[in-house]
């Protein structure tokens, strides 16, 4: 196993407390595993919490900040976190004006982050949920009933919380946080299994000269395994999968995200096919953006999400953010 690291029981606590350092915007409490905005709670102002299983960096921790999230919660790699952390994280943040919290779909966050909504509401904070489920691949998978939360988590962090931002109420924050998730859709693409800090060898086990279509941020089966396949190729399977479940009437927010290990040099490629593919279908793209956000430790491959916008939701998309990992506009 090589890796960076001391050992494998203090991976999350070590990083939390490397980003502590790094990011002092940031109030990181190490012990207890939640990121929270340094300025929180901002008065009058929804509040959004997400959290999962560490492992997918950026999502979640690197995405709090003004313009995104309010706090985020790590679990173990690959591992919800846990009620306690969700709940300590909304008290954290809350104003008053309500909790949002984003929770991608599998099995652990869901249970948890419901438990959590209970909890907090117990103690009189307001509580909304939003579930993501955007990844087409397939319907049910190893950690979930229904289909996955991927990269959409990425577009309705930011969308809702620009909205949070400008002061929606937190009923509006929330249904443009299910617009977000219903607008879009994803498809992953493996070119090796990740490796766990725990486990310390591949989680699956992927051939050479094969790559898994439809593959999950943990290594979950997709819909099929074939040789490996051309850029172009790759493009051509996923855009096609993805528009088959949807037919977009606005133009499109496009992300390309590597998987963990694949390098700029190839994802910028491989954005090349993806809008020649979306340019031959008549797809309209709105912004583009490309780079490792939704990982999967150190996964070779990628995927792509699109987000059908509207006006209001390309203007909210195009506010100014500023988080560890992704930041424009400030």
Not at 10 to 26: C, F, I, K, Q
Not at 95 to 122: P, W
Not at 140 to 166: N, P, Q
């Amino acid at each position: 196993m090589r890796m960076i690291i001391n050992v494998p029981e203090t991976v999350v606590s070590d990083a939390l407390r490397g980003m502590a350092a790094a990011h002092p915007e940031l109030t990181v409490d190490v012990e207890n595993r939640v990121i929270v905005r340094r300025d929180a709670p901002v008065a009058g102002k929804v509040a959004l919490v997400s959290g999962g299983g560490s492992g997918h960096e950026p999502l979640h921790g690197g995405f709090v900040g003004p313009g995104m999230l309010s706090a985020a919660c790590p679990g173990e790699v690959f591992t919800s976190p846990v009620p306690d952390q969700m709940v300590r994280a909304a008290a954290a943040v809350d104003s008053g004006a309500g909790v949002l919290f984003i929770v991608k779909n599998y099995t652990g966050d869901v249970l948890n982050f419901d438990m959590a909504a209970e909890l907090a509401e117990d103690e009189g904070i307001q509580v909304a949920k939003v579930l993501v489920n955007d990844d087409v691949a397939v319907t049910d998978s190893l950690y979930t009933a229904g289909r996955r939360g991927t990269g959409a988590t990425l577009f309705v962090e930011k969308i809702a919380g620009a909205a949070a931002d400008e002061g929606q109420p937190l009923e509006r924050v929330a249904a443009i946080a299910r617009q977000v998730n219903e607008s879009s859709r994803s498809f992953g693409v493996a070119l090796s299994a990740c490796t766990t800090p725990a486990k310390g060898s591949p989680t699956f086990d992927l051939p050479d000269g094969e790559l898994e279509l439809g593959v999950g941020i943990h290594g979950e089966p997709g819909r099929e395994r074939r040789s490996m396949m051309t850029s172009r190729e790759i493009a051509d399977f996923s855009v096609q999968a993805i528009l088959d479940d949807m037919s977009p009437r606005n133009p499109v927010l496009v992300l390309v995200n590597g998987m963990g290990a694949t390098p700029l040099l190839e994802l910028y490629g491989f954005n090349a096919e993806v809008q020649r593919v979306l340019a031959e279908r008549g797809v309209a793209v709105a912004r583009t953006l490309v780079g490792n956000y939704v990982t999967s430790l150190d996964m070779a491959g990628a995927s792509v999400t699109l987000c059908q916008v509207d006006e209001e939701l390309l203007r909210l998309w195009d506010a100014p953010v500023k988080t560890a990992g992704l930041r424009w506009g400030v």
